[in-house]
T-cell receptor, first 114, second 117 residues
Framework: AQSVSQHNHHVILSEAASLELGCNYSYGGTVNLFWYVQYPGQHLQLLLKYFSGDPLVKGIKGFEAEFIKSKFSFNLRKPSVQWSDTAEYFCAVNGNTGGFKTIFGAGTRLFVKA | GAVVSQHPSWVICKSGTSVKIECRSLDFQATTMFWYRQFPKQSLMLMATSNEGSKATYEQGVEKDKFLINHASLTLSTLTVTSAHPEDSSFYIC?????????????FGSGTRLTVV
């Protein structure tokens, strides 16, 4: 079955700490991978996406993610978080075998202490 | 950039009544829109795929007679929760394919929080 697993439901960090949010997926065929962010009181926004090519993808606000095909993973990273990064982060996947229906992970709530 | 407007942002209704939620693509045409439901502390669950000019495709377990979807134009899809009950209380979110390529990421509306009392 197609699924997306995010390892951490809640993460608390201090400002300037490094961030890595895990994401593993189960999906047959060619995949597109996404990270979305939802700031408090706001709607979902696309952080970055991977379709093909360089497995290290750079997104907005200093975020990046690395697609490791052998591990079925697409972890999100940021070297130094800020208080304004406090939000909920969702990993998502779609692909041609699923008719491009996007499947979301459960989300990770990040709280950055000032 | 592509913007999806969802209205209302929140609604409270009495049990047994119906509620309509609108999803509009403001600066692009969306032949395909998606409706999701998000329960507290859970992820988004796809309810249905809304196709302009044709019937919506519902995911397994979603009652099509309860969640009526209409996509009558290229910029508007509506979700009507009929005979709402407290268990229908949830956060409903729509998204639209921006047309940059199927599956290439979507633009989301701001969501509608439905509370049925």
């Amino acid at each position: 079955a197609q699924s997306v697993s995010q390892h951490n439901h809640h993460v608390i960090l201090s400002e300037a700490a490094s961030l890595e949010l895990g994401c593993n997926y189960s999906y047959g065929g060619t995949v597109n991978l996404f990270w979305y962010v939802q700031y408090p009181g706001q709607h979902l926004q696309l952080l970055l996406k991977y379709f093909s090519g360089d497995p290290l993808v750079k997104g907005i606000k200093g975020f990046e993610a690395e697609f490791i095909k052998s591990k079925f993973s697409f972890n999100l990273r940021k070297p130094s978080v800020q208080w304004s990064d406090t939000a909920e982060y969702f990993c998502a996947v779609n692909g041609n075998t699923g008719g491009f229906k996007t499947i979301f992970g459960a989300g990770t709530r990040l709280f950055v202490k000032a | 950039g592509a913007v999806v407007s969802q209205h209302p942002s929140w609604v409270i209704c009495k049990s047994g009544t119906s509620v309509k939620i609108e999803c509009r693509s403001l600066d692009f045409q969306a032949t395909t829109m998606f409706w999701y439901r998000q329960f507290p502390k859970q992820s988004l669950m796809l309810m249905a795929t809304s196709n302009e000019g044709s019937k919506a495709t519902y995911e397994q377990g979603v009652e099509k007679d309860k969640f009526l979807i209409n996509h009558a134009s290229l910029t508007l899809s509506t979700l009507t929760v009929t005979s709402a009950h407290p268990e229908d209380s949830s956060f409903y979110i729509c998204s639209a394919d921006t047309g940059t390529g199927v599956g290439y990421g979507y633009t989301f509306g701001s969501g509608t929080r439905l509370t049925v009392v």
